[in-house]
């Protein structure tokens, strides 16, 4: 059997507007993206979900439950959080991005890498796998569970994930589809 997943990045945050990139710093959602979780709610709307994981952010965990309230059961999960920049947690953005395509293997000084954040995300894939075969499965997340998820279940590289991320192209869309085969 498999497990199908779609993917969904949290709202607008302040930190967002200001151009800094939070890590693990708990930002709050801006307005917008206030606005932005509660109209995704509406745009899924005809879509089943078993069960919704987001991380344990705050950002992830509004826009969780704006967009999933009362659809499906929602549950943090650690392991889904944004990668930890460490002392660059918080910091501008146009300090912060340029650095993580450089930090997939050497981590963020007193943080991680993104070769950390693959490994949180197959430990929760592994858990998916033992816990919810055959599901439909909504995650509410950041950009390097995302760009792990291309790594691990599409077989990019990290390079081409952060190439071909829709960021770049502002092509955001409400849901990206991802199928886990439960069987090795």
């Given at each position: 059997?498999?497990?199908?997943?779609?993917?969904?990045?949290?709202?607008?945050?302040?930190?967002?507007?200001?151009?800094?990139?939070?890590?693990?710093?708990?930002?709050?959602?801006?307005e917008?993206?206030?606005?932005?979780?509660?109209?995704?709610?509406?745009?899924?709307?005809?879509?089943?979900?078993?069960?919704?994981?987001?991380?344990?952010?705050?950002?992830?965990?509004?826009?969780?439950?704006?967009?999933?309230?009362?659809?499906?059961?929602?549950?943090?999960?650690?392991?889904?959080?944004?990668?930890?920049?460490?002392?660059?947690?918080?910091?501008?953005?146009?300090?912060?991005?340029p650095?993580?395509?450089?930090?997939?293997?050497?981590?963020?000084?007193?943080?991680?890498?993104?070769?950390?954040?693959?490994?949180r995300?197959?430990?929760?894939?592994?858990?998916?796998?033992?816990?919810?075969?055959?599901?439909?499965?909504?995650?509410?997340?950041?950009?390097?569970?995302?760009?792990?998820?291309?790594?691990?279940?599409?077989?990019?590289?990290?390079?081409?994930?952060?190439?071909?991320?829709?960021?770049?192209?502002k092509?955001?869309?409400?849901?990206?589809?991802?199928?886990?085969?439960?069987?090795?």
């Open positions: 059997m498999s497990i199908k997943i779609t993917y969904f990045v949290h709202g607008t945050t302040v930190d967002n507007e200001n151009h800094i990139s939070s890590g693990w710093h708990d930002a709050e959602l801006s917008l993206g206030r606005r932005q979780a509660a109209e995704l709610k509406e745009l899924v709307k005809d879509k089943h979900f078993d069960v919704v994981f987001c991380s344990d952010l705050k950002r992830a965990v509004d826009s969780a439950h704006l967009a999933f309230e009362g659809v499906a059961p929602i549950s943090e999960d650690a392991r889904l959080r944004e990668c930890n920049y460490g002392t660059y947690n918080a910091k501008p953005s146009d300090i912060v991005e650095m993580q395509e450089k930090n997939i293997v050497d981590r963020f000084p007193e943080g991680e890498s993104y070769e950390d954040v693959k490994s995300i197959k430990d929760f894939l592994d858990f998916l796998k033992a816990n919810h075969d055959g599901k439909s499965i909504a995650i509410v997340a950041h950009k390097a569970p995302q760009l792990a998820l291309d790594v691990l279940l599409k077989g990019q590289t990290w390079e081409q994930a952060f190439a071909d991320d829709w960021r770049k192209r092509a955001w869309r409400p849901g990206w589809e991802y199928v886990l085969e439960s069987q090795p």
